[in-house]
C-alpha cells in the first residue's frame, strides 16, 4: 500500500506560480512512476506531468510552464507551476503507479489539493 499526501494548494494571480508537493509513505520502494493529473469542475480528470526513471513528460496545456520532479530521497515529488492561468483552476491530484507482481500495477491518489487562478 502507497498513502499519498498532497500540499501548495491556493489562490493565485494570473502570471503567479504555486509549488505542489506530495509525499508518499508506505511501499514506496514499489512506486514505478509518479505524476500530478487535475480535474476542473464539468470536466474529465487528465494528466498534467508524469516522471518516471528520470523522465518526464506533459501536458501540451503547461509544457514550458510547469516542471515535474522527484526527489527519491524524501519519497515526493513536486510540481512547480509557474505563468498561471485562469484555465489552470481545478482540483490537483498525486498520482503514484506501484508494482504488486510482474503482472499487475496498482494506482494510487491523493486527496488532491485546490488550486485557482484568478483573472
Known amino acids: 500500500q502507497v498513502q499519498l499526501v498532497e500540499s501548495g494548494g491556493g489562490l493565485v494571480q494570473a502570471g503567479g506560480s504555486l509549488r505542489l508537493s506530495c509525499v508518499a509513505s508506505g511501499s514506496t520502494s514499489s512506486i514505478n512512476n509518479m505524476g500530478w493529473y487535475r480535474q476542473a469542475p464539468g470536466k474529465q480528470r487528465e494528466l498534467v506531468a508524469g516522471?518516471?526513471?528520470?523522465?518526464?513528460n506533459y501536458a501540451d496545456s503547461v509544457k514550458g510552464r510547469f516542471t515535474i520532479s522527484r526527489d527519491n530521497a524524501k519519497n515526493t515529488v513536486y510540481l512547480q507551476m509557474n505563468s498561471l492561468k485562469p484555465e489552470d483552476t481545478a482540483v490537483y491530484y498525486c498520482?503514484?503507479?506501484?508494482?504488486?507482481?510482474?503482472?499487475?500495477?496498482?494506482?494510487?491518489w491523493g486527496q488532491g489539493t485546490q488550486v485557482t487562478v484568478s483573472s
Open positions: 498520482h503514484a503507479r506501484a508494482v504488486r507482481t510482474i503482472w499487475r500495477m496498482d494506482d494510487y
Open positions: 516522471v518516471a526513471s528520470g523522465v518526464t
